[in-house]
């Protein structure tokens, strides 16, 4: 598939495996077909829902990670970005508190973690999402470094 092919109407397939560390190191993030297949069910359900709503482009910090961009900076071992379940994201000028409210009270989803997320400061942090195909937990997370706390927290 080409990189440049959208998955959506509004992200492209580019979008959702680029890495400035990957190309660093060599590595190729190709996704395999059902990594594929997972990445446009996120691109539907909540990239999408949440351009929508804000129409304002969403910028992606960090989609589908194989196994050893994930192990190169030291992602978690169960990480749903190495199935291209999640999605690290944000919207330039919207503090990614109000971001993750928004999906945590509109959208359907297994895993909403508010990421180094600073109080006061909109740009600050950034939303982390994950959506399976059934059995979503729908787990709200705040996590500032090593600190991991319940629910979304400002
Ligand atoms: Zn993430």
Redesign the pocket.
């Known amino acids: 598939m080409d990189i440049h092919a959208k998955l959506t109407p509004h992200f492209t397939l580019n979008e959702l495996i680029r890495s400035a560390r990957a190309s660093e190191l060599g590595i190729d993030n190709t996704p395999p077909k059902y990594v594929l297949n997972n990445l446009i069910q996120v691109c539907t359900h909540i990239l999408e829902p949440v351009r929508a709503h804000f129409e304002r482009p969403v910028r992606i910090n960090?989609g589908y990670r194989c196994l050893a961009l994930n192990s190169a900076i030291n992602g978690s071992q169960t990480?749903q970005?190495m199935t291209g379940q999640?999605?690290?994201f944000e919207i330039d000028g919207l503090a990614n508190y109000d971001l993750a409210l928004w999906i945590s009270t509109n959208l359907t989803f297994d895993q909403l973690?508010l990421?180094n997320y600073v109080s006061g400061k909109p740009n600050s942090g950034w939303v982390?999402c994950s959506l399976k195909t059934d059995q979503n937990r729908t787990q709200l997370l705040t996590i500032n470094g090593r600190n991991k706390r319940s629910g979304l927290i400002k």
């Open positions: 960090s990480s970005h999640a999605v690290d973690i990421e982390h």
